[in-house]
């Protein structure tokens, strides 16, 4: 069977005509990705299996759970914690991944994890079908598409949501006829995972008059009595490893400084991204962490590498970039722009240390193993300026 991407709602008759055959749907419990197996349930199909991949979620696997078996739907939750910490964000913080340098990516890591848990679901059960909820106006869309046909998914794949829109009220409406009232009372759309808290559309439709809802936020709310305090992160070979002297797997690190820096009111980001037509959407998010560990790494980048290898590998970032947003995480440019991003970080060894207070943060010291800064301006002006002089001073006779 050669792979066919499915873009409507009324594709989804075709796929229930056989209701024993398995439907593989991707599932994060919010209110798009419940609608679609309402609407799967309600063509006939009888063999659903909704995937939920828990990357450090907002959602409880309870609340998944309830929807499920309302639908009697089979929930299938995958821990894809680690996987994505090791395979996903290390990566990604390697090439200091920022868009356009308004925000660090965040779904853009996400959505070929998902996919791959996906097509390895499908190929287990026998499916030919894998749905995901995706519309015109979110990345999404193609990056779950790309990552899919990246994957070679042999059998259909998309989001119905591509060509059928379905207003929010009416899907609020329809899911709460079918018992399911606990999705009607959202404001905004939101994607979290270990990494990042991502709240787009709703009442932050509009740039030009977006105030966020402080209850909105977690990791960074900001605590008025909180001390300043320092904390240092360290590295090895560009990876980050531990805080405040404490080795950590990449999953607590990443977890220990959301709310250690984020608790000073620090790591909050809006920007405006481009969708695949060209028109751009605002996205909200709050990432304490990756805020610290970018700037750190960068500093380390910074002590240990030469300036043109540094200019370089800046050009590279947003290639890299370009092709994980683009949909093309599995392709071969981002593959090779990643070879070389790690060439870079074999030297960045090292620590920074930092102090925080509420809405700000300096740097208390660098420092780096293999160093190609000065300690001493002065010492070394004497000892640059007397190699100078030496190498260009006449040999006397006596001495030959």
Same mark, same amino acid.
């Given at each position: &069977?050669?792979?066919?991407?499915?873009?409507?709602?009324?594709?989804?008759?075709?796929?229930?005509?056989?209701?024993?055959?398995?439907?593989?749907?991707?599932?994060?419990?919010?209110?798009?990705?419940?609608?679609?197996?309402?609407?799967?349930?309600?063509?006939?199909?009888?063999?659903?299996?909704?995937?939920?991949?828990?990357?450090?979620?907002?959602?409880?696997?309870?609340?998944?759970?309830?929807?499920?078996?309302?639908?009697?739907?089979?929930?299938?939750?995958?821990?894809?914690?680690?996987?994505?910490?090791?395979?996903?964000?290390?990566?990604?913080?390697?090439? +200091?991944?920022?868009?356009?340098?308004?925000? #660090?990516?965040?779904?853009?890591?996400?959505?070929?994890?998902?996919?791959?848990?996906?097509?390895?679901?499908?190929?287990?059960?026998?499916?030919?079908?894998?749905?995901?909820?995706?519309?015109?106006?979110?990345?999404?869309?193609?990056?779950?598409?790309?990552?899919?046909?990246?994957?070679?998914?042999?059998?259909?794949?998309?989001? #119905?949501?591509?060509?059928?829109?379905?207003?929010? +009220?009416?899907? &609020?409406?329809?899911?709460?006829?079918?018992?399911?009232?606990?999705?009607?009372?959202?404001?905004?759309?939101?994607?979290?995972?270990?990494?990042?808290?991502?709240?787009?559309?709703?009442?932050?439709?509009?740039?030009?008059?977006?105030?966020?809802?402080?209850?909105?936020?977690?990791?960074?709310?900001?605590?008025?009595?909180?001390?300043?305090?320092?904390?240092?992160?360290?590295?090895?070979?560009?990876?980050?490893?531990?805080?405040?002297?404490?080795?950590?797997?990449?999953?607590?690190?990443?977890?220990?400084?959301?709310?250690?820096?984020?608790?000073?009111?620090?790591?909050?980001?809006?920007?405006?991204?481009?969708?695949?037509?060209?028109?751009?959407?605002?996205?909200?998010?709050? &990432?304490?962490?990756?805020?610290?560990?970018?700037?750190?790494?960068?500093? =380390?980048?910074?002590?240990?590498?030469?300036?043109?290898?540094?200019?370089?590998? &800046?050009?590279?970032?947003?290639?890299?970039?370009?092709?994980?947003?683009?949909?093309?995480?599995?392709?071969?440019?981002?593959?090779?722009?990643?070879?070389?991003?790690?060439?870079?970080?074999?030297?960045?060894?090292?620590?920074?240390?930092?102090?925080?207070?509420?809405?700000?943060?300096?740097?208390?010291?660098?420092?780096?193993?293999?160093?190609?800064? =000065?300690?001493?301006?002065?010492?070394?002006?004497?000892?640059?300026?007397?190699?100078?002089?030496?190498?260009?001073?006449?040999?006397?006779?006596?001495?030959?």
């Amino acid at each position: &069977m050669t792979s066919q991407v499915l873009r409507s709602f009324g594709e989804l008759d075709a796929i229930a005509r056989d209701p024993s055959a398995p439907v593989v749907t991707l599932f994060s419990g919010g209110l798009d990705s419940s609608y679609l197996l309402h609407r799967l349930v309600r063509a006939g199909a009888r063999n659903i299996h909704a995937v939920s991949v828990d990357l450090g979620e907002d959602e409880s696997s309870e609340h998944k759970q309830r929807i499920a078996d309302l639908l009697g739907i089979r929930l299938h939750l995958v821990d894809g914690r680690q996987e994505f910490a090791e395979d996903f964000v290390r990566p990604a913080i390697a090439a +200091h991944a920022v868009y356009l340098d308004t925000h #660090p990516v965040s779904s853009t890591l996400s959505r070929p994890l998902i996919a791959k848990v996906a097509v390895r679901t499908a190929h287990e059960l026998g499916a030919t079908t894998v749905l995901h909820t995706a519309n015109r106006s979110q990345n999404t869309l193609r990056r779950l598409n790309g990552a899919l046909e990246l994957l070679g998914f042999a059998g259909h794949y998309g989001s #119905p949501y591509d060509l059928d829109p379905v207003d929010r +009220h009416q899907k &609020m409406r329809e899911l709460k006829e079918a018992g399911l009232e606990q999705l009607s009372g959202r404001l905004v759309s939101g994607d979290s995972n270990l990494w990042c808290r991502e709240f787009e559309s709703g009442i932050l439709d509009d740039p030009e008059d977006h105030a966020v809802p402080e209850e909105l936020y977690r990791w960074s709310a900001l605590r008025p009595a909180e001390a300043p305090e320092t904390v240092e992160v360290a590295f090895e070979a560009g990876r980050p490893v531990a805080v405040d002297g404490r080795r950590l797997s990449l999953t607590e690190l990443i977890d220990t400084l959301n709310h250690l820096v984020g608790a000073h009111g620090l790591g909050r980001y809006s920007g405006l991204e481009h969708l695949g037509h060209g028109p751009k959407v605002l996205e909200i998010r709050e &990432m304490p962490a990756a805020w610290l560990l970018l700037r750190s790494r960068r500093h =380390l980048e910074t002590a240990t590498l030469s300036a043109e290898l540094l200019r370089e590998k &800046m050009h590279q970032e947003q290639l890299w970039v370009r092709e994980a947003l683009e949909g093309r995480w599995f392709g071969e440019l981002r593959a090779a722009s990643q070879a070389f991003v790690e060439v870079c970080s074999a030297r960045v060894t090292g620590s920074v240390r930092w102090r925080l207070s509420a809405g700000s943060a300096e740097t208390r010291a660098i420092v780096a193993d293999r160093p190609r800064y =000065l300690r001493d301006r002065e010492a070394w002006e004497h000892q640059s300026v007397a190699a100078e002089r030496a190498a260009f001073t006449p040999i006397r006779p006596q001495e030959r």
